[in-house]
């Protein structure tokens, strides 16, 4: 199968389920090839963190926009997306990204390792409530979209009575991020934007009104103070940073879980042993990486993998590819925990690594041992489904038992003693 024919596969809707046969199929090429006029696609680790930590290297941001897509501006959804902290170069970006910062510092986010666990015990609560006597449950309604949307919308003070609204506008709004969008597809994902910053338009002037210790505030008063952030820039980054901050977390939570119920041996040894949950997360989030790509431009001509970029291409970072190079996992197709190195690039390098990686990772390591150990029954229920997306990828339904449950434990599981390799 030559390039075109593999990237071809990638993009159908076969592949955009499962992506990893056509990464391989492009991997055979090499680890950069041209995928077709002016496009490249990286799928090699060590050139995908060069190109992410290269200075010339850069997002699509408004102005380059510009030259392919004048009209961007009329679209809520590419506008929402342009003008806030992910789709923008430095100075912008740095600036933006410095305002938001405080909220994510590793301090913070030890300080919320309490939220977090009751907020777990909670969500495993009702759905042994909901899941008794061997009723099917799904984990994506029930824990891995309540779970992270409730952290995020308590960062920014968005209501508790909101919270259900936001998962059909971020999905719909998402649809923008894919590599191929038809016009219907923008559609939608222009009123999922449109709802978002409707909703986020009020937010904000209830915060005028009201002041509180959130990072909306922080965010308003950055505005009002002067030029530190302009009015667009403003609802675009409330938008980003609600979606971002719990899109790719139910993601990693249910891909996440999915591999677990998959392979019981490795389960078994975090559920006795929760503190290897960290090295779980980082192989989870390698194995099956909520985040699959993500797009850059290069300002001038790059030679990588023995390739010549041309300057102004369009470069297609697989990073789901990267996550399983043989040159740097052996043996990518095994999930194993206990590999020598990890630094999965599934949150991204350089100056756009993603803000909430270490947010995401909390949760996702007080979830599993927690849900392991307290639904030690916990079990498949039938054929989950996929959503059929590259970008972002995870489950639209994904069905279980729970089995009888465990009682909470105050301050969380126990930790168990150091083991081998399972």
Do not use: K
Not at 71 to 95: K, Y
Not at 208 to 220: G, I, K, Q, S
């Amino acid at each position: 199968m030559d390039v075109s024919e593999a990237f071809a596969s990638l993009m159908s809707p076969e592949g955009r389920v499962d992506p990893y046969p056509a990464y391989e199929r492009l991997r055979a090429h090499g680890p950069v090839v041209q995928a077709g006029r002016g496009l490249y696609a990286v799928t090699g680790h060590a050139e995908a963190d060069e190109l992410l930590r290269d200075a010339r290297i850069r997002v699509l941001d408004g102005h380059l926009r510009d030259q392919f897509l004048p009209s961007w501006r009329e679209s809520p959804a590419l506008s929402s997306i342009a003008r806030s902290m992910l789709r923008t170069n430095p100075p912008d970006h740095s600036r933006m990204r410095r305002l938001a910062a405080g909220a994510f510092t590793p301090r913070r986010i030890g300080a919320m390792r309490e939220v977090v666990a009751a907020q777990t015990d909670e969500l495993i609560d009702a759905m042994a409530a909901t899941g008794r006597g061997g009723v099917p449950v799904d984990f994506m309604a029930e824990f891995a979209y309540p779970l992270p949307v409730g952290v995020i919308c308590a960062l920014l003070g968005v209501p508790a009575a909101d919270r259900p609204l936001f998962r059909r506008w971020a999905a719909d709004l998402t649809g923008a991020l894919e590599p191929e969008i038809t016009p219907a597809e923008l559609a939608v994902a222009d009123a999922g934007a449109a709802e978002l910053r409707d909703y986020f338009t009020e937010l904000v002037a209830d915060r005028r009104r009201r002041p509180a210790d959130d990072l909306t505030t922080a965010l308003v008063q950055a505005h009002d103070s002067g030029d530190r952030l302009s009015g667009e820039e403003l609802l675009a980054n409330l938008v980003i940073l609600l979606v971002a901050g719990f899109e790719t977390t139910t993601n990693l939570l249910g891909n996440g879980l999915a591999v677990l119920l998959a392979h019981p041996r490795a389960a078994d040894v975090l559920r006795q042993h929760p503190q290897h949950a960290p090295a779980y997360v980082d192989e989870l989030l390698r194995f099956d990486s909520p985040v699959q790509l993500t797009t850059r431009t290069n300002g001038e001509t790059v030679r990588l993998g023995g390739v010549e970029v041309p300057a102004d291409s369009w470069i297609l970072l697989l990073l789901g590819a990267a996550n399983r190079d043989p040159r740097r996992y052996p043996r990518p197709e095994r999930f194993d925990p206990w590999r020598a190195q990890l630094n999965p690039l599934s949150f991204g390098a350089g100056p756009h690594y993603c803000l909430g990686a270490g947010l995401a990772r909390l949760e996702a390591q007080v979830a599993f041992p927690a849900l392991l150990r307290r639904l030690p029954g916990l079990a498949s229920a039938g054929q989950p489904r996929r959503r059929i997306r590259l970008t972002l990828r995870g489950y639209d339904h994904l069905p279980i038992t729970v089995g009888e449950p465990q009682a909470a434990t105050v301050g969380g599981a126990p930790a168990g003693t150091a083991i081998g390799s399972p």
